[in-house]
């Protein structure tokens, strides 16, 4: 369920781009316009539009948007306007290139809840974009405990078909998983194992397996140092494989009640979100938070950012 | 250079499956039969015959086949008439699921001498097949060191363009090679990752650097202890990746010359290589062994096993 809304009736990919470069002409930027077009356009339109703007042009939208545009602003119009391969793809090496163990979120989200084949897709585009693979880069730059989860973690390409899960070995996964969470033992090489090769559904069933055997779930084994960011990582490998709404849901509250909103993973949610499932993640941000995710974005940011943001989120008046 | 023939009129797949119909009908099998016919389709040919026969006879033509045909003969039919990447799916099953470490061969040559394209198709036919997927099968049944190397060659998705290898990077990983081998930190992180995540032409230019740096070449520093299988795993990660003709002859060679010929490997090679490179590899076998491959096989097997060897061979008479 995506929130994004495309009108019934869109103009030719050549009348969006002259519109487009208006925007960009005479005495400042025509802000508005830009977001009337491009958040307005699924992924297949806007690649079109980028093409034609090309070719019309003889230079890349992306470039012009960068030289009108700045700050949040800019970031999720230029993140938005990407494709979707593309897009995970830069946001991939980007948080390789800068890493830090606390935003292991992006690499565990990314290779959680996209499908195998569109993680394929994504390491295409890596290679294609920064001539050279994923896991070249990862094993390089990541080090440890993080590199033993991150790399099997974004390399698989697991078993997706939900028929069949095996009780049986869900049961006994369950069982290890438990053993080694009460040991402390979070990096063991089964835990890493188990979490990062077997297909989502039978996972799912391993973690209700953990539920019903242990009497408590297996995220919340996982909360009981708030300090250990590995624990995190293994905490948002089991929740964005269970259910990446809610995932997506805390990454939202998080990055909106801090102190000082998180752009970066605002702007990340929403753009990666507002084609796929967006609208089940507000769903569950109202029910969480007793607050829509609009009033909470109208709240925590502003100006072109905000209009950028709600237009993405389906608001109604944008 | 493939050594596969295709007559230059082939007749209609109904007509293919009649003959094989034929050959398996009355008193005894007309082998004979069946080898003009699936030696001498090529790939796609093979899976619309699969296709119509499946069609005309309400069964499988592997398993009418498998009905048929006994021992070496049966398995290099049946492996031949394999789609290739359901082939390479259930070789890799196979030696997984009777691991030895001496069968190293047949997961480091399917990882190292595929496409990255070819090894996702390989994944899927896995999964089609086997309805789980390679890497949680591997991590279950594979252990140690030979885990520690092979669930990332397997699992590569590594960057294939010939464009630009990275000297700069080449030499300091060449230098870093050879300290770790040096020091017979042969599963050393650094080995595995150099091994497993860069492209060929970049390790190509890592070996060549290492060669001209050290004098000597890493396949040659692999050699120091014949008693080890890791080693051994290692050298033909390096020279598979680095010459495929080269590794593909020297597995040949071991197979025909050890006391009691290597069917498996045998069957498996030319079975593999025959639509791929088995000219290059025949000229590299003669090179090395001043014997043509041909002869070589018609010394060391015999029958219809010979026969449907010496056909895939390219041979003259058959």
């Given at each position: 369920m995506a929130t994004l809304t495309v009108p019934s009736c869109v103009p030719s990919p050549a009348e969006d781009c002259e519109q487009l470069n208006k925007a960009f002409s005479g005495w400042g930027t025509n802000e508005k316009l830009i977001i009337?077009?491009?958040?307005?356009?699924?992924a297949t339109q806007r690649n079109v539009i980028r093409k034609t703007y090309s070719e019309l042009y003889g230079h890349d939208l992306l470039v012009s948007l960068g030289k009108e545009l700045s700050s949040d602003f800019e970031r999720s119009v230029l993140i938005w306007t990407l494709d979707p391969s593309d897009r995970d793809a830069v946001l991939v090496e980007e948080t390789m290139r800068k890493w830090k163990p606390c935003n292991h979120g992006v690499l565990v989200e990314i290779a959680c809840t996209r499908s195998c084949d569109e993680l394929i897709s994504i390491?295409?585009?890596?290679?294609?974009?920064?001539?050279?693979?994923?896991?070249?880069?990862?094993?390089?730059?990541?080090k440890g405990e993080f590199k033993k989860l991150l790399l099997p973690l974004v390399t698989a390409y697991r078993y997706e078909a939900s028929e069949g899960a095996n009780m049986a070995l869900a049961k006994s996964e369950a069982?290890?998983?438990?053993?080694?969470?009460?040991?402390?033992?979070?990096?063991?090489?089964?835990?890493?194992?188990?979490?990062?090769?077997?297909g989502k559904y039978q996972l799912r069933a391993t973690f209700n397996h953990y539920t019903d055997g242990f009497g408590t779930e297996l995220v919340k084994d996982l909360e009981c140092?708030?300090?250990?960011?590995?624990?995190?990582?293994?905490?948002?490998?089991?929740l964005s494989t269970k259910c990446p709404t809610t995932y997506f849901e805390e990454v939202l509250r998080h990055a909106i009640k801090r102190t000082g909103t998180d752009e970066g993973a605002l702007t990340r949610v929403v753009t990666?979100?507002?084609?796929?499932?967006?609208?089940?993640?507000?769903?569950?941000?109202?029910k969480r938070n007793s607050v829509s995710l609009e009033i909470a974005v109208m709240k925590d940011t502003r100006g072109d950012y905000e209009n950028m943001l709600l237009a993405l989120l389906g608001h109604k008046d944008t």
């Open positions: 009337d077009i491009l958040a307005h356009r699924n390491r295409k585009a890596y290679q294609t974009r920064f001539k050279k693979c994923i896991e070249e880069d990862l094993a390089v730059k990541i069982k290890i998983l438990h053993q080694k969470i009460s040991d402390k033992a979070y990096d063991d090489d089964e835990v890493i194992r188990i979490l990062t090769t077997r140092d708030p300090k250990n960011e590995f624990l995190a990582a293994l905490r948002a490998t089991v990666t979100r507002a084609e796929v499932d967006l609208e089940l993640i507000k769903q569950e941000y109202m």
